[in-house]
């Protein structure tokens, strides 16, 4: 018998992390991603509409292609603050009523998840290191996976409406 301990073919690498993580704010469309943020700490409903207003509506004129638009975002506390709601309606932005507990909706999910895939690929050994790295990768997301996650949209809310509000394989 063969054994595979010591065979390349079969051992899976691991990068060690470091304790510590960061925010990343985004918004996307299926014309590119917008600007992004990146901060310490958590996210609360002031630094959420500090973001929303430097980079939200920035972004809207980048992405909105002359197309009118929903702003989709999940019930995180932050989110649903009442500043939050007060900001939207200030600004004349609908926001699109999201279900709660409804990740597999929310295509930035994926995004999220080919990111973690890309940071793992480059080790970053310490906060700053990955701070510097994650800018670089969010510039060069291609063009074609923001494609696909929006045009799966229809799908994710079959799927959801057929499972009656239940996990889907998004």
């Not at 939200?56 to 989110?79: A, G, T, V, W, Y």
């Not at 990768?137 to 996650?149: A, D, Q, Y």
Request: with cysteine.
């Amino acid at each position: 018998m063969t054994s595979e301990n010591y065979n390349e073919e079969c051992i899976i690498k691991r990068t060690k992390q470091g304790s510590g993580s960061i925010g990343i704010w985004c918004c996307m469309s299926y014309y590119g991603l917008g600007i992004f943020s990146i901060f310490d700490g958590r996210l609360n409903s002031h630094r959420y509409v500090d973001i929303l207003g430097n980079n939200l509506l920035p972004s809207m004129n980048l992405l909105r292609q002359e197309k009118p638009f929903i702003f989709q975002q999940d019930n995180s506390p932050s989110h649903r603050a009442k500043l939050v709601k007060d900001w939207f309606h200030e600004q004349n932005i609908e926001v699109l009523a999201w279900p709660s507990n409804s990740p597999d909706l929310n295509c930035i999910e994926n995004l999220w998840s080919w990111l973690d895939k890309e940071i793992a690929k480059q080790e970053p050994r310490s906060l700053d290191e990955l701070k510097e790295i994650v800018p670089n990768i969010l510039h060069n997301v291609p063009k074609s996976i923001l494609e696909n996650l929006i045009d799966s949209m229809p799908n994710r809310i079959n799927e959801c409406l057929k499972n009656k509000g239940g996990s889907t394989r998004y």
